[in-house]
């Protein structure tokens, strides 16, 4: 079974520590790999997908298909990347359904 | 361009009745998906329609059904609502190409809110 998993339902740090939001899948096949981020009071949008091995907003998140996990690192934390934040494989191919881990919601303290 | 826009944008049924959501598709996307997030749930895929077929369904029961248009808006209907159909329904647009559905980023809507009492 397709299964994602975002071990921390909450995570606090201060602004300019290192940020490392977890997500371990499930997943049969070469699924492809997403992060997506809800700002308060915005939509659900694209954060960055590990195929285009973009950094965006200073965020990266390597893939380890031994440990089959996707985590999201950024190495100083600012106030503005409060959000929740969902890990989301999909199988690829002509399937794009995403399956949404259960989100991490990321406090940066001042 | 305009973005993927839902209506309505909350809604209040009771057991039993059925219900009909609306989503405009981005500007040149042909490829719609439905997700339903339950409170402190991520989205749960409900399914995909593209070029007016539907392209892949998720764990949800038949009285749940889509339709999509021409212009490649599209409809979510749930009929005998349930309590636990209570959730924000988000659809989603996506670019496709001339053959195959979209394999790019999925944008979202703002998400209807569907209580059921």
């Known amino acids: 079974a397709q299964r994602v998993t975002q071990p921390e339902k909450l995570l606090s740090v201060f602004k300019g520590a290192p940020v490392e939001l977890k997500c371990n899948y499930s997943?049969?096949?070469?699924?492809?790999l997403f992060w997506y981020v809800q700002y308060s009071r915005q939509r659900l949008q694209l954060l960055l997908r590990?195929?285009s091995r973009e950094s965006i907003k200073g965020f990266t998140a390597d893939l380890n298909k031994g440990e089959t996990s996707f985590h999201l690192k950024k190495p100083f934390a600012q106030e503005e990347d409060s959000a929740m934040y969902y890990c989301?494989?999909?199988?690829?191919?002509?399937?794009?359904?995403?399956?949404f881990g259960k989100g991490t919601l990321l406090t940066v303290n001042p | 361009e305009t973005g993927v826009t839902q209506s309505p944008t909350h809604l209040i049924k009771t057991r039993g009745q059925q219900v009909t959501l609306r989503c405009s598709s981005q500007s040149g996307h042909n490829t719609v998906s439905w997700y339903q997030q339950a409170l402190g749930q991520g989205p749960q895929f409900i399914f995909q329609?593209?070029?007016?077929?539907?392209?892949g369904r998720g764990n949800f029961p038949p009285r749940f059904s889509g339709l999509q248009f021409p212009n490649y808006s599209s409809e979510l209907n749930v009929n005998a609502l349930e309590l636990d159909d209570s959730a924000l329904y988000l659809c989603?647009?996506?670019?496709?190409?001339?053959?195959?559905?979209?394999?790019?980023?999925?944008?979202f809507g703002p998400g209807t809110r569907l209580t059921v009492l």
């Open positions: 997943y049969s096949g070469s699924p492809e």
């Open positions: 329609y593209y070029r007016e077929e539907e392209n």
């Open positions: 590990h195929i």
């Open positions: 989603a647009s996506s670019p496709g190409g001339a053959g195959v559905p979209s394999t790019d980023t999925q944008y």
């Open positions: 989301a494989p999909s199988p690829g191919g002509s399937n794009y359904k995403l399956t």
